[in-house]
């Protein structure tokens, strides 16, 4: 059951469409490098395609019905858009789910400090990140610094050609004898991930003037103080834009494509889809890479909450009703699958692997070793899909996340089956995930693309 690589089948028409996505897809990820910018744009483009805020709908107590398209946005950092159906929401909606956090390091609460003339920001890392990758590299501030008076200054640091870069210095190959004996797990350590942030003094001051030079130029553009680093949440990413990769242009490399790339392709599959017979729904989340928690995770209510409060446009909510409607409903959990790398094939079951250029990837299950942990779709959900995509000419394969004993991997698609919902794992495969910079297929997310609009439009 080997697939074809889709690249053969494609039209210039279908090649330039391909390319209109993927340029479109490396905006939203220059423009998205953290949560809050993801859904900053996110709402832009939904505003854009006639999408209007659900809090404005109950404050003027107007009612939705088929064709209205809503939003909710949580704490800034995961979003929700319906698009009203025809058919009752009791019958269930068309779900297209994914995360829009990536691994990153995020800078501490005390993270300032200065060590023989250089001055560092401390940082924890965030999801599970290969520590050794992230040294020796151009990196970006991104974030927020919110003051004691509600005020909030955004900072971005190292993405402007004229912007000074950060990075993490590694040693020396000349004296690193003992650092090449250890496992690559040791190599770097968690709390060697300091960012060196200066190394210049500022003039008049005696102790620790490379640390107040840096306080000083904060506070001159930003208006901050260090206490300020209190109510901060940075983030350090690498710096520099998403890329068309290989001599070919057949890929993009970019930071931030587990699973931006899924976020993306289902956001603009909902924005094209008008007038569904079921109600569609796309939700964007944050906190997927530490396990879904917190008010802005999956866990949280805010989905059940917001499908609660547009069901009372509708004129038709009860609790009884709200259950209804999420039991029925079908999803595709949106979320990136491992790329077969034939440099590391020994990682991979060759057979159920999923492959650069042919389609879209379902994982029926996710999970580690015996499906720990997964969501294991059944298979009268999957023969649905399955019909669905061969009727649109979606190129899509199947996959596991390597082989059975090597490891594995969640997502968010077993929280949404505690509905009683049927669920899928879908998305891109990608190389190098995890990786500070991530390739994926042009021609994989636009079939996934279509994918997504296809199960809005049919299922």
Same mark, same amino acid.
């Given at each position: 059951?080997?697939?074809?690589?889709?690249?053969?089948?494609?039209?210039?028409?279908?090649?330039?469409?391909?390319?209109?996505?993927?340029?479109?897809?490396?905006?939203?990820?220059?423009?998205?490098?953290?949560?809050?910018?993801?859904?900053?744009?996110?709402?832009?483009?939904?505003?854009?395609?006639?999408?209007?805020?659900?809090?404005?709908?109950?404050?003027?107590?107007?009612?939705?019905?088929?064709?209205?398209?809503?939003?909710?946005?949580?704490?800034?950092?995961?979003?929700?858009?319906?698009?009203?159906?025809?058919?009752?929401?009791?019958?269930?909606?068309?779900?297209?789910?994914?995360?829009?956090?990536?691994?990153?390091?995020?800078?501490?609460?005390?993270?300032?400090?200065?060590?023989?003339?250089?001055?560092?920001?401390?940082?924890?890392?965030?999801?599970?990140?290969?520590?050794?990758?992230?040294?020796?590299?151009?990196?970006?501030?991104?974030?927020?610094?919110?003051?004691?008076?509600?005020?909030?200054?955004?900072?971005?640091?190292?993405?402007?050609?004229?912007?000074?870069?950060?990075?993490?210095?590694?040693?020396?190959?000349?004296?690193?004898?003992?650092?090449?004996?250890?496992?690559?797990?040791?190599?770097?350590?968690?709390?060697?991930?300091?960012?060196?942030?200066?190394?210049?003094?500022? *003039?008049?001051? #005696?102790? /620790?003037?490379?640390?107040?030079?840096?306080?000083? !130029? =904060?506070? +001159? $553009?930003?208006? &901050?103080?260090?206490?300020?680093?209190?109510?901060?949440?940075?983030?350090?990413?690498?710096?520099?834009?998403?890329?068309?990769?290989?001599?070919?242009?057949?890929?993009?490399?970019?930071?931030?494509?587990?699973?931006?790339?899924?976020?993306?392709?289902?956001?603009? *599959?909902?924005? #094209?889809? /008008?007038?569904?017979?079921?109600?569609?729904?796309? !939700? =964007?989340? +944050? $906190?997927?890479? &530490?396990?879904?928690?917190?008010?802005?995770?999956?866990?949280?209510?805010?989905?059940?909450?917001?499908?609660?409060?547009?069901?009372?446009?509708?004129?038709?909510?009860?609790?009884?009703?709200?259950?209804?409607?999420?039991?029925?409903?079908?999803?595709?959990?949106?979320?990136?699958?491992?790329?077969?790398?034939?440099?590391?094939?020994?990682?991979?079951?060759?057979?159920?692997?999923?492959?650069?250029?042919?389609?879209?990837?379902?994982?029926?299950?996710?999970?580690?070793?015996?499906?720990?942990?997964?969501?294991?779709?059944?298979?009268?959900?999957?023969?649905?899909?399955?019909?669905?995509?061969?009727?649109?000419?979606?190129?899509?394969?199947?996959?596991?996340?390597?082989?059975?004993?090597?490891?594995?991997?969640?997502?968010?698609?077993?929280?949404?089956?505690?509905?009683?919902?049927?669920?899928?794992?879908?998305?891109?495969?990608?190389?190098?995930?995890?990786?500070?910079?991530?390739?994926?297929?042009?021609?994989?997310?636009?079939?996934?693309?279509?994918?997504?609009?296809?199960?809005?439009?049919?299922?």
């Amino acid at each position: 059951m080997e697939r074809e690589n889709a690249w053969k089948k494609y039209s210039e028409e279908q090649v330039a469409e391909l390319e209109e996505v993927s340029a479109a897809y490396r905006k939203f990820l220059d423009k998205g490098k953290t949560e809050r910018e993801c859904v900053k744009e996110i709402v832009k483009l939904a505003q854009k395609a006639g999408y209007k805020d659900i809090e404005k709908i109950i404050s003027k107590d107007k009612k939705l019905k088929a064709g209205d398209k809503v939003y909710a946005v949580n704490m800034k950092k995961s979003v929700a858009l319906f698009q009203i159906g025809k058919t009752p929401m009791e019958q269930g909606m068309n779900i297209l789910g994914a995360h829009i956090d990536s691994p990153r390091l995020d800078v501490k609460q005390n993270p300032l400090y200065e060590d023989t003339d250089f001055a560092y920001m401390d940082t924890h890392y965030y999801g599970g990140i290969k520590k050794y990758q992230w040294v020796a590299l151009p990196l970006a501030i991104h974030g927020v610094i919110v003051k004691k008076d509600g005020s909030t200054a955004e900072v971005v640091i190292g993405e402007d050609e004229n912007d000074p870069v950060l990075c993490i210095t590694d040693l020396l190959i000349h004296l690193s004898g003992e650092q090449l004996e250890k496992k690559a797990a040791k190599v770097i350590e968690g709390e060697q991930l300091d960012i060196l942030v200066g190394s210049r003094p500022l *003039a008049g001051t #005696e102790k /620790e003037s490379v640390k107040a030079n840096i306080l000083k !130029l =904060l506070e +001159d $553009k930003y208006q &901050i103080t260090e206490e300020d680093f209190l109510s901060a949440e940075l983030e350090i990413v690498p710096a520099g834009k998403a890329k068309n990769s290989g001599i070919d242009s057949s890929m993009i490399m970019a930071y931030g494509q587990d699973d931006r790339v899924c976020a993306y392709t289902s956001l603009a *599959a909902m924005l #094209e889809v /008008e007038d569904p017979e079921r109600t569609t729904c796309c !939700l =964007l989340v +944050d $906190k997927e890479e &530490i396990g879904s928690v917190g008010a802005t995770g999956m866990q949280s209510r805010f989905f059940e909450n917001v499908t609660a409060e547009v069901m009372e446009r509708t004129g038709k909510y009860s609790e009884l009703l709200l259950r209804r409607c999420l039991a029925n409903s079908c999803m595709l959990s949106s979320d990136v699958s491992a790329a077969f790398d034939p440099l590391f094939a020994g990682s991979f079951e060759k057979k159920n692997a999923a492959y650069f250029g042919r389609g879209m990837v379902f994982n029926k299950f996710t999970g580690a070793r015996g499906k720990s942990g997964s969501n294991d779709a059944n298979a009268e959900y999957f023969a649905k899909i399955r019909r669905v995509m061969d009727d649109a000419g979606v190129a899509f394969q199947t996959a596991e996340l390597g082989k059975v004993d090597q490891g594995g991997g969640g997502t968010i698609a077993y929280i949404l089956a505690l509905y009683g919902m049927e669920v899928i794992d879908c998305g891109v495969a990608v190389l190098n995930m995890h990786a500070p910079w991530e390739l994926t297929s042009k021609a994989d997310i636009y079939e996934t693309k279509k994918g997504y609009e296809a199960f809005l439009k049919n299922v």
